[in-house]
C-alpha cells in the first residue's frame, strides 16, 4: 500500500478502518445461516431443504424492511457531516418506532406463506417443514429490525466496531442453541426444521438486548443522548426515513427476490438440488459479506463527505470503495473456480448433494466481479441519498433481464438449476453496469468545493 499514490492510499486505508468490522459483522451474520444449513444438512436432506425453502422465504420478507432501515446510515452520515448532531438520537427514536411497525407486520406475514410455498410446487413433506419453520422464526421479526435500526444509528457514526461484536455474539450463540433445539438436548425433544427456526428467533433477541444496553452504556453515544427521553411517532420524521427507505428497501427486494424466486423454483426440482442449490448459494452469500462490507462503508464516507459539500471526498470515497470490492471478489473467485468439490464437501457428506453443489458453484464463480461492483456502486448511491434510480435499475435488472432468462434456460430448455444460475449472473451484469455508470454520472455532476 505504501507504493499507492498518497490520496488513494489514506482513502483506501480509511474505507478500509471501517468496512473490516463491517465485513467481520456481515461474515457473523452470514455464519447464523451457514450454521443453519451445517446443522440442518447433518440431519437429514429433507430438512435441509425445508430450512432452504423456508430461509428463503423469511429472507423475502425481511429483506425489503432492512432495506428500509438502511435509510439510518447515510441519514445519520449527512446529519454528521453537516454538524447537525443534536438531531441524531432523535433520529433512532424515530427509526425504533419504524422499526416496530415493520416488525409486526412482518410478524403476521411470515406466518402466513403457506399459500406461497403452495404455489411455487414446493413437495408436500418439505412445505410442512418449511412452515413450521417460518411460524417459529416470525418471533424474531421485531427484534431484526429494532437491530437493524441500532446498528444503522452506529455505522452512520462511522462506529462500526459494534456491527462485529453483536454479529459474533450471536454467531457464537446459535450453533449451541441450534443445536438442543433441532436435534433436542436437556430433555427437550427434537424439532428439527422447526428448532432451528426456534433457535434464531432466540439469538435475534439477545443480540438486540444487548446492542441496546451497549449504546445505552456506552459513552461515544451519550453526546446523542438517544435514550435520554421519550418521543412519540413523530410524522414527518418517519416520512423522511420512508421516503429514502423505501425505494432501498424495494431495491433490495429486487435483488434478494430474484434469488430468492429461483430458490422456490428449483424447489419444484426435487430435494438433491435444493439442498445443492442452498449450499452453492450459500457459499456465495459468504463471499458476498466482503463487498458488503466494503459498500456499507462506502455509503457512510460518501455520505459524510456529501454532508459536507465536499464532492471530490464523495468521489474519491466511491471509486475507492468500488475497486476495493473489486480486489475481494477476485479472491472468491479463484476458490470457487479452483476448489469447488472441497468446499461443498464442508457441507454434507451426501455424493449426490456435493456433486450439484459443486457444478453450480462454477456459475456462483462466474458472477463475483458483477455483484462486488453493483452492490458497492449502490452503496455510494446511498452514500448521495440517489434511491429512486437505483429502485428502477434494480428492478429492471433482475427482473426484466434475469429472471426470464433463468426461467427459460431452467424450465422451457430443460438446463435445470444451472439454468436459473445463467439468468442470475445475466440480472447482476446489467445492474453492475447501470449502478456503476450512475454513480459516475451522479458523482460527476456534484458541485466541487471551493
Not at 471530490?312 to 479472491?331: D, E, H, K, P, Y
Request: charge should be positive; aromatic fraction near 10%; hydrophobic fraction near 55%.
Amino acid at each position: 500500500m505504501q507504493r499507492l499514490p498518497p490520496r488513494l492510499r489514506t482513502e483506501l486505508r480509511e474505507t478500509l478502518r471501517l468496512a473490516a468490522p463491517l465485513v467481520l459483522g456481515q461474515l457473523s451474520a452470514i455464519g447464523m445461516n451457514v450454521v443453519d444449513t451445517v446443522l440442518a444438512g447433518h440431519y437429514g436432506a429433507t430438512t435441509l431443504a425445508a430450512v432452504a425453502i423456508g430461509a428463503n422465504v423469511w429472507v423475502l420478507a425481511i429483506v425489503a424492511a432492512i432495506g428500509v432501515m438502511m435509510a439510518m446510515p447515510p441519514s445519520v452520515a449527512h446529519r454528521h457531516g453537516a454538524g447537525e448532531s443534536e438531531s441524531i438520537g432523535a433520529l433512532l427514536r424515530q427509526a425504533l418506532w419504524l422499526a416496530a411497525g415493520i416488525g409486526i407486520v412482518l410478524f403476521f406475514a411470515v406466518r402466513h406463506a403457506g399459500p406461497l410455498l403452495r404455489l411455487m410446487g414446493i413437495a408436500p413433506d418439505i412445505a410442512a417443514q418449511a412452515q413450521s419453520f417460518l411460524h417459529a422464526i416470525s418471533w424474531g421479526a421485531p427484534a431484526l429490525t429494532g437491530y437493524f435500526a441500532l446498528r444503522g444509528f452506529s455505522e452512520g457514526l462511522a462506529l462500526t466496531r459494534p456491527t462485529m461484536y453483536f454479529g459474533a455474539l450471536g454467531l457464537v450463540l446459535l450453533a449451541p442453541v441450534g443445536y438442543v433445539f433441532m436435534y433436542g438436548a436437556f430433555g427437550l425433544p427434537a424439532r428439527g426444521a422447526q428448532g432451528s427456526g426456534i433457535a434464531t428467533a432466540t439469538v435475534l433477541w439477545v443480540q438486540f438486548a444487548a446492542f441496546v444496553f451497549y449504546i445505552a452504556r456506552r459513552r461515544h453515544y451519550r453526546v446523542y443522548a438517544p435514550f435520554a427521553r421519550w418521543d412519540w411517532p413523530q410524522p414527518r420524521a418517519l416520512y423522511e426515513l420512508l421516503r429514502l427507505g423505501v425505494p432501498m428497501g424495494i431495491s433490495l427486494l429486487m435483488e434478494a427476490g430474484l434469488f430468492v424466486s429461483a430458490a422456490l423454483l428449483i424447489g419444484s426440482l426435487g430435494a438433491d438440488v435444493v439442498a445443492g442449490h442452498q449450499i452453492a448459494i450459500n457459499v456465495a452469500s459468504v463471499t458476498f459479506m466482503v463487498p458488503l462490507g466494503v459498500a456499507m462503508a462506502t455509503t457512510v464516507r460518501v455520505g459524510r463527505a456529501a454532508g459536507g459539500g465536499n464532492a471530490q471526498g464523495a468521489r474519491w470515497a466511491g471509486f475507492v470503495g468500488i475497486g476495493a470490492s473489486l480486489a475481494s471478489q477476485l479472491v472468491s473467485c479463484a476458490l470457487m473456480a479452483l476448489f469447488p468439490h472441497a468446499i461443498a464437501a464442508l457441507y454434507t457428506g451426501d455424493s449426490t448433494v456435493a456433486a450439484i453443489a459443486a457444478h453450480l458453484l462454477l456459475f456462483a464463480a462466474a458472477f463475483q466481479f458483477s455483484d462486488g461492483i453493483q452492490v458497492t456502486a449502490n452503496g455510494a448511491l446511498r452514500g448521495l441519498k440517489d434511491t429512486t434510480g437505483p429502485m428502477a435499475i434494480t428492478t429492471l435488472s433482475y427482473w426484466g433481464v434475469g429472471m426470464p432468462i433463468g426461467y427459460l434456460l431452467c424450465f422451457h430448455y430443460g438446463h435445470g438449476a444451472p439454468g436459473m444460475w445463467i439468468g442470475m449472473i445475466a440480472g447482476l451484469s446489467v445492474a453492475a453496469v447501470l449502478l456503476f455508470a450512475r454513480f459516475a454520472r451522479e458523482v460527476r455532476d456534484l458541485p466541487v468545493r471551493a
